[in-house]
């Protein structure tokens, strides 16, 4: 185990399977001048910056994928991403199926979102439901450096697309991360983070931490929660939801994303459906407002759910 | 063959010269045959309910004759929604495109793009996009894994002078040019986007006006002369294979039936279409070929006669085979 | 009272507002061909062609309402949204808020959307959930001729940017009209199609006609529900939908988008929240599979929930 | 004033000229000391963890003001993320303008646009957009709206290099052309695009190149130098002005320092940012000034105290000012 940040993490995991397999290619805007080391291991044709057009970016990453590359793009930050969504929703996600099964597209779509950087609603915005929603597709969204690592190897590795989420504020924590070129995290597996027996926490991304936090606290209190991470959205970890949720009876969803068709109303969707008789409480959401995310640091801040929210949330159905 | 060989052209060359242009003449001629009949009949299984909306390209065969017949067999190709053409001209078989066409599970598609997303693996067309300029978007990449995998082959991208109008048409068009892709971009330029009149959408007259300031080299052929198609088309093809660099290739030609079967076409200026249809690409070649003794009239009744039954012949494979079950709803969404 | 085409009643609701208001607009690919009435009545500068761009469509729109224009923009299907998704959802969504309010986004977006037409997954994606999740945008989706008609009004005349989704299996479905120019349908309110005491079936779009089949069979049957046809999707009506689920105890949601992050998420998710003591059963989701739709026509049209999978799903809970 | 009059020029009106260019060159210097002024300032508080990150036009001046000037005061403006100088150029209280990049509730947009998509209703900014080519998408809708409800306005639209790569690019230039818009385009070519270099990205070396193909007269001016800005933006602005089209100006120009504050511009040619540090144009200009007799040594000290003082006050008001109320994360979403 060594400490390294998430970008380390993420830069390792590109590396390594860059390494381990000549058909990953990684291209995107400044891609080649921040990964010069990148370059100078595989060289020019495998590492390129772009010019300044992300529906390009990802366009051609598919046609790449549908004909032998594995490529992983960077489109830097979530809101970029509107001027993939034909190219990521339309082609890397439907052509699959419409090709009956003839064409695959193996790639791996990297952006940034959530608060962090004050640089208001244009950069940051959490887009991750939109991909849950488009059919074809896989979305990540790790909380830890060696998730990070791990998850990103998977997903390279992948015959599928998927898109990469980064929650800027994790982007230079630390953490603890496996040695070796190894450390794969399968898609579709989330992580119990914490046992308890009152209520589940059940979130992605930076609020892991935030529930944490409110577990740690709401421990001290003698209320115990399940802290359920869940890694993937894409596939989601159906069976870890329920089975959390069976057990304690209740369930807070928390996330920074805007609540309205989100992550976690589908999950809440999920409960009530099948979770039903097990529910000792009405299950709850914490997002960040509907509303574009101020610049304005004091009020970036507060769009994402605290601990404190969290905690009365919890003291609320118990 | 060295240098010297070939400043000197024997009468024997020349004979063996004009035989390869005439066998050419009259494939390129049966191939745009076997597209109008087989689009004719198309929209003749719309008319009868038998097949769901479609697009053809009545008057625009020797756009794709011309130009597929260049490509060599491991080239790859993407075109639009008005690709039967295209897929007909590189060998694909036509009772499968009908079937497909019909949702049928006998379809290269296992019937579930229908007509507007047809992809045929093993012919090396890797995609119909139905979106407008998503055959764009997608073909640098297609290229790129040439560039980083290696061979000789290119890519050609058919698209239309709407899709040329979108953003994406300029994404793809310059990073083709930075990073030196091998794509034939090929302009199909019909004088018409849907229902909208291709002036209405652009000031220029020739779409590889555009394509110039990209430093690619651009060119705009008649679209409704297949031999000049199949020259500019092989000059284009061997500079981008030799250079590995791209090349714009337009086809200026008219769509002649309506965007989507069926279609009453009452937006068209009449003297307009009855222009174009006097400049129609297969009558003329018809002509010039009996003119030139290169076919006798019977002989031309005989291919059209063949090309007839061809088409009959796949229309009731397609009409006999069978839908997909209902499990294919969600199989080949993931890998 | 007449009876029309929701196409026909789409056409008088924009006809009637431009005549009312000088400030709407018109334009899209093929508009003024279609419109060519309007082109008439309003001129050139009011009705347009476009070019083949949908970006530069939705930004136009976006950049004249911001100062002074109210347009009317055709997108064709809603697939092609794809291509205008910063305009929509960067720019229109986000703007009046980022300004802090110096400017409004007075504009109408029509896409149509669903099976009907055995076009395949290119053009038959509905993704109105996607704007329900993005903050700034208004949703609507109607059911009825008659809806279809006031709904589109309203739009036109909110202040805010608003998504009309058109299914395309309603387009050519005759439908009573009121007489007059006055025929106006708020944003915002639900309508209550049936009323019944055992369950509530919540839709929108071609499928509340599917509720309505099925709760006729189920009356039948001595099973008597609710049908709330939900009108418009942002805002959601959340009293209308707790009123009646409050009262019947059972929810079945149902609509032709796939599920996850869906809509019917979203009302589940609430329910969950807010009618939890009320609920005598889980709530359950009957959504198109989470797979691109075929073009093959028996698959397309078994993509839509019909109204046996409604009856069973009743069957099942009560 | 009649044509005769016109061709009579006497002494006196030859100096009022002198004087009134002159007066214009001295309001330009001090427009150009302003913005750079308040952006090193701006960086500087950055720097101090004050405001948060940030991007300055350092080295961008000329282009700035030489084209903010030539506009009229109903003209209206969209721009991108490195705004600053248009939006002082056009007169904006760098004191609110600091409290927005801070996230103050006293900024132009109460806070909530931060630095990225400042807008100023009141001096005719309708946008800044940090979405590269958000400018671009929303300009000719402006401009339509002028178009049809009335006036001689014009729309300026300010954009950089990396913008014309994307596709809205090619979108929003076709639209104005064929709608005949009013508007301006200024692509500002500063080499850069973030952490690439321009030419990584295009094979032309000025963007006005891609401009003409859509019939768009397309000029490229040197971006350092005000006076020459100044010159090409009056003609442009006339143009546009007289015929409601399109017109297309390029400032050639360079990006002094990093993309975002702070940067350690660690992937830059330093020989080439001494070269056009060599070319910055505050310095040239103060030179030639003086040389040329129109200000003194002195003159310029007291024009740059006046400036300074006018930013620190600035900087304190809006250090002074509050954070908007939390209330304020959920207003003016909805009208
Ligand atoms: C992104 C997108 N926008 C709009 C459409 C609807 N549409 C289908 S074909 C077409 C016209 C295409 O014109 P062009 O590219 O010239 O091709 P042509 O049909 O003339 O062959 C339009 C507008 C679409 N399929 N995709
Ligand atoms: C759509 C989009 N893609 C990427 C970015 C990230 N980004 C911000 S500025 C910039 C470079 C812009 O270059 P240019 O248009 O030349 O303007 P300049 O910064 O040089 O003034 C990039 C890539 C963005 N803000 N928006
Ligand atoms: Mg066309
Ligand atoms: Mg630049």
Redesign the pocket.
């Known amino acids: 185990m060594r400490t390294i940040t998430v970008d380390e993490a993420m830069t390792e995991a590109l590396a390594e399977e860059m390494r381990r397999d000549a058909r990953v290619v990684t291209f995107g805007?400044?891609v080649a001048t921040k990964g010069y080391k990148l370059v100078q291991e595989f060289g020019a044709k495998r590492v390129r910056n772009t010019p300044?057009a992300?529906g390009i970016i990802a366009g051609t990453a598919a046609g790449a994928a549908a004909t032998g590359l594995r490529p992983v793009i960077d489109?830097?930050?979530a809101?970029?991403l509107?001027?993939a969504m034909d190219e990521l929703v339309n082609s890397a996600g439907k052509l699959r199926f419409l090709s009956g099964g003839q064409f695959s597209f193996p790639m791996v779509t990297i952006s940034r979102t959530g608060a962090g950087w004050g640089v208001g609603a244009?950069?940051n915005h959490n887009l991750e439901a939109w991909f849950v929603h488009a059919p074809g597709l896989k979305v990540v969204m790790p909380s830890t450096a060696a998730d990070f690592k791990g998850l990103l190897k998977a997903a390279i590795r992948d015959e599928n697309p998927v898109m990469f989420f980064a929650d800027i504020a994790l982007l230079f924590a630390p953490g603890e991360v496996p040695d070796g070129d190894d450390h794969i995290v399968p898609l579709g597996e989330a992580a119990l983070r914490r046992e308890g027996s009152h209520a589940t926490l059940i979130s992605y991304g930076k609020t892991v931490n935030v529930c944490l936090e409110a577990a740690e606290a709401l421990n001290v209190a003698g209320i115990t929660t399940d802290v359920l991470d869940l890694r993937t959205l894409k596939p989601l970890d159906e069976a870890s939801i329920l089975a959390s949720v069976k057990k304690t009876g209740r369930a807070v969803i928390v996330h920074e994303a805007g609540g309205p068709c989100a992550v976690g109303a589908e999950i809440s969707a999920i409960l009530a459906e099948k979770a039903f008789s097990s529910l000792k409480a009405p299950v709850l959401r914490l997002t960040g407002p509907d509303a574009p995310a101020a610049s304005s640091f004091p009020l970036e801040q507060a769009y994402v759910p605290n601990a404190e929210r969290v905690i009365a949330a919890v003291r609320g159905i118990v | 063959m060295t240098t010297f060989d070939n400043a000197v052209e024997t009468a024997a060359d020349a004979k063996a010269v004009n035989t390869a242009v005439n066998t050419n003449a009259v494939q390129a001629l049966e191939a745009m045959l076997l597209i109008r009949t087989f689009e004719l009949k198309s929209a003749e299984l719309r008319a009868k309910n038998m097949s769901p909306n479609m697009c053809t390209s009545v008057g625009q065969e020797a756009s794709a004759v011309g130009v597929v017949r260049a490509l060599g067999p491991n080239d790859l190709i993407l075109t639009n929604h008005r690709s039967a053409g295209h897929l007909l001209a590189r060998g694909a078989d036509p009772g499968r495109i009908f079937a497909e066409i019909m949702g049928k599970a006998t379809g290269y598609c296992k019937g579930k793009s229908g007509s507007l997303h047809i992809s045929v693996k093993e012919l090396g067309v890797i995609l119909t996009s139905t979106i407008v300029g998503g055959e764009l978007s997608l073909a640098p990449g297609v290229a790129m894994s040439i560039d980083v995998l290696g061979g000789d082959a290119i890519v050609t991208v058919f698209f239309g002078d709407g899709a040329a109008t979108e953003g994406i048409f300029h994404e793809a068009l310059n990073l083709a040019a930075v990073w030196n892709l091998p794509v034939l971009f090929v302009c199909e330029n019909n004088q018409w986007q849907a229902y909208v009149r291709r002036n209405e959408t652009m000031l220029v007259d020739h779409v590889s006006e555009w394509a110039k300031p990209y430093g690619v080299p651009a060119k705009t052929v008649d679209g409704n002369d297949v031999l000049a198609v199949s020259a500019a088309a092989e000059e284009a093809v061997a500079y981008v294979r030799a250079n590995r660099k791209p090349y714009f290739l337009e086809t200026y030609t008219y769509r002649l039936r309506g965007h989507m079967e069926p279609d009453d076409q009452a937006y068209v200026n009449p003297e307009e279409l009855a222009h174009w249809k006097g400049r129609d690409p297969i009558p003329a070649l018809e002509a010039r070929l009996v003119d030139e003794g290169v076919v006798t009239a019977g002989q031309l009744d005989e291919i059209k006669e063949r090309v007839r039954l061809k088409v009959e012949e796949a229309a009731a494979f397609a009409i006999e085979s069978p839908y997909p079950s209902f499990a294919e709803m969600t199989t080949d969404v993931y890998a």
Chains 1, 3 share one sequence.
């Open positions: 805007e400044g300044l992300e489109l830097l930050f809101p970029f509107t001027f244009q950069h």
